[in-house]
């Protein structure tokens, strides 16, 4: 397996459970985006599944699809591969990949695609070879789902906390900030906490580049591709389903 620099190597612990929030949020407009992709003319891919909330979504929305689940973070991985692991999870749909999206063997044809929170992991020439990808493997009629989280454009996120919630006796607080890093990139920081009793039990520190988009940029960007990109679902959830352009011979 080609080596892919693992963003969550000290933080994957965390990752499913401080990422509830948002799905419960937007899991619902998720799920109605998905509605509308076919899935049943090839699998469907989650890039990035991360646990497998986006996983849970394409199982229950789109029942006949086979589901490929991308993963390389060997940690988040293993919540996923458990939870694939069980019939009444996965039901047998659910194939499990470790590689990074760009080096994953997938099959030519594919029934969707949903991105979920994990776009800004990509730079911009590694988004031109999803794009690519799409182009080429997309079954006629089907789509990808892809969301943009913000900052859309560089900018300084003064430190807020994220997340927070308890389990047992214990309380998990996650920070999060950014600073620009360049003209397309910033620099997120997170902070993860735990406490028992109201004292600090431990805390780990993780810095990780994330590559920023409009999605005038991703319009444009999706175009040059033969993709149209459109807006889909609340403002605030950034959903953006790609679909061929007309005129696209695929
Ligand atoms: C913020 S988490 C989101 C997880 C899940 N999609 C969700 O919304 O709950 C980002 C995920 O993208 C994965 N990721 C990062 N770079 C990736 C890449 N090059 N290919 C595939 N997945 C990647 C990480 O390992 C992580 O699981």
Request: charged share 20%; hydrophobic share 45%.
């Amino acid at each position: 397996m080609p080596a892919h620099h693992d963003d969550y190597a000290r933080s994957a612990e965390f990752i499913d459970v401080m990422i509830a929030g948002w799905w419960e949020a937007f899991g619902a407009h998720v799920a109605e985006a998905v509605a509308s992709m076919k899935g049943a003319e090839g699998p469907v891919v989650d890039v990035g599944a991360g646990g497998g909330p986006g996983t849970r979504v394409l199982l229950d929305t789109l029942p006949e699809a086979e589901v490929i689940a991308v993963e390389p973070s060997p940690a988040l991985r293993a919540v996923l591969l458990s939870r694939a692991a069980d019939p009444f999870w996965g039901g047998g749909r659910v194939t499990v990949h470790g590689e990074d999206l760009l080096s994953a063997r997938l099959p030519e044809r594919l029934g969707g695609l949903l991105a979920m929170n994990v776009l800004g992991h990509f730079t911009p020439h590694q988004r031109a070879r999803i794009w690519t990808m799409l182009a080429d493997r997309l079954a006629p009629g089907s789509a990808a789902l892809v969301n943009l989280l913000p900052p859309h454009e560089p900018a300084t996120i003064e430190r807020v906390v994220m997340s927070e919630l308890t389990v047992g006796r214990r309380d998990y607080k996650g920070w999060s900030a950014a600073v620009p890093t360049g003209p397309e990139s910033v620099r997120w920081s997170m902070t993860y906490e735990v406490h028992e009793a109201g004292e600090p039990v431990w805390s780990t520190d993780v810095d990780y580049d994330w590559w920023c988009l409009t999605g005038e940029g991703l319009r444009a960007e999706a175009a040059r591709h033969g993709l149209e990109a459109a807006p889909t679902g609340p403002d605030e959830a950034g959903l953006f389903l790609l679909r061929h352009g007309a005129g696209a011979g695929a």
